[in-house]
């Protein structure tokens, strides 16, 4: 009994002792790396979890960053990081620009404060490595559209009645057709605020001319007046056609669309409307789906509309006319979409459907102006059957099938911006979009508008 105790004792000795140099295996590293970064979960402060936060070890200060800025509104001013090692560190610090902190791994900080690193001492209490804490928010509402005035006088005198205005980005610049009833003239600029009067008149088109109908496709303008097709490849020599003897009068040009550009033509046998393409004449466009031998409905219009190409989700080229009057000089309700269907024997098949659908914030319209920007269509101005001028913006989400008003606070013209129809809307490579005269009542708009939608920039 007396060798008992003696035996216990060293077994018990021994056993503290292979734990303990486990325990210190375990423990002591020389490993100081950061393995994961993220932020304690607020659901006041969602925007803290919108991101991807990054670790970038590198050989001398590392980086840990979102990969991209934290929505519009996120505070970071009291947030809690968490953050896990490679290995459990020794000693963690925040080194702040005014003070440090050892941290306790539920530390609140203030990262608007720059800079901010993060220290870490691994086990060994030798090896250290520092990191950059690189996290902001955008300071900028990313869906706010940015709009200034950048010229109220483009051209002079701008309030002349019945002024027409037509702008077109052409080798980089933003051109501008103006016709005063008397004499067209061509304005220059790089910017939209500079103009320069490139052209005092232009005396190959016709006097008057509707320059607002005059459309661009590629490098080549076209317009058509009475029974002659006007085209010009440098936008001061026009050259004339005229298809007085053909089966059919040219009305109006249409619009650019797939390779081609479309005019409106009369038959002249029954005075129907068709549409046409010109390459190096125009060419009645019969086969389309649901048209009886081409032939378009009394309803389609014949000027004061917008059309557009645009990108479509189904990788097809379509294309959208809206609004405008009809040939008994009606004013219609109609949203034609365009959409090119297959490749035939007999050349290119189309479909042609009116969108058309009542709704509050669609009306019979004359005069609005197209674009496709940022993923929407974006209609501006116009007038509706009222006579009533519009200086608001309509959004359409669906390739043209709905529209409806944005958020005010988001996307709302300045103060100095008056209604108006007619007017010129451009988009450049730098996502600006540009709006270009007009007429209302009483008078001619020779003003420039720039705007840009905040996110448009950052990308």
């Not at 979409?337 to 659908?357: M, P, Q, V």
């Not at 409806?404 to 709302?412: E, I, R, T, V």
């Not at 450049?428 to 448009?456: M, P």
Request: charged content about 15%.
């Amino acid at each position: 009994m007396r060798y008992i105790l003696p035996i216990l004792l060293l077994i018990s000795v021994c056993m503290t002792g292979c734990l303990d140099s486990k325990d210190k295996n375990a423990v002591v590293s020389s490993d100081a790396r950061v393995s994961t970064f993220t932020f304690q979960i607020d659901t006041a402060n969602p925007g803290l979890q919108a991101v991807t936060y990054k670790i970038e070890h590198r050989s001398d200060t590392g980086l840990i960053h979102s990969v991209d800025s934290l929505p519009f509104g996120t505070r970071l001013d009291s947030v809690i990081p968490l953050v896990t090692y490679m290995a459990t560190p020794g000693l963690v610090n925040f080194v702040l620009p005014d003070t440090t902190i050892t941290s306790t791994g539920m530390d609140t900080i203030n990262f608007n404060q720059k800079p901010i690193y993060l220290h870490v001492t691994a086990s060994d209490m030798k090896t250290e490595k520092w990191y950059l804490i690189d996290i902001a928010a955008h300071q900028a509402d990313p869906d706010l559209f940015v709009w200034e005035c950048l010229t109220t006088n483009l051209f002079s005198p701008a309030a002349i009645p019945n002024c027409q205005t037509k702008a077109f980005r052409w080798d980089n610049q933003l051109v501008v057709y103006v016709n005063n009833g008397l004499s067209t003239s061509i304005y220059v600029s790089n910017d939209g605020e500079y103009w320069t009067q490139q052209t005092a008149g232009i005396a190959t088109l016709p006097v008057p001319c509707h320059v607002r109908d005059i459309v661009q496709h590629g490098n080549t303008l076209y317009y058509i007046d009475g029974t002659c097709l006007y085209t010009s490849n440098d936008l001061q020599t026009w050259t004339k056609v005229d298809y007085a003897d053909a089966s059919f009068t040219p009305i109006n040009m249409l619009m650019s669309y797939n390779g081609h550009a479309w005019c409106i033509l009369q038959d002249k046998t029954n005075e129907q409307l068709l549409l046409g393409t010109i390459t190096d004449s125009i060419r009645p466009m019969k086969n389309i789906a649901d048209m009886d031998n081409g032939y378009l409905p009394s309803t389609f219009p014949i000027n004061d509309f917008a059309a557009l190409e645009f990108s479509s989700s189904s990788e097809r080229p379509r294309a959208m006319i809206v609004g405008g009057r009809a040939l008994n000089g009606d004013i219609v309700k109609s949203r034609w979409n365009l959409e090119y269907t297959t490749y035939a024997d007999n050349g290119d098949t189309y479909r042609l459907k009116d969108f058309s659908i009542a709704q509050p914030t669609f009306e019979s319209l004359t005069g609005v102006s197209i674009i496709q920007y940022e993923g929407k269509l974006m209609m501006f101005g116009g007038t509706d059957n009222d006579l009533t001028l519009r200086s608001d913006i309509l959004y359409s989400d669906d390739e043209g099938m709905n529209w409806y008003l944005p958020n005010p606070s988001s996307n709302k013209l300045p103060s100095s911006y008056l209604s108006r129809s007619n007017q010129s809307v451009v988009v450049d490579n730098d996502n600006n979009i540009y709006i270009i005269g007009g007429e209302s009542y009483s008078r001619s708009w020779g003003d420039v508008y720039r705007g840009f939608l905040n996110s448009s920039k950052w990308q």
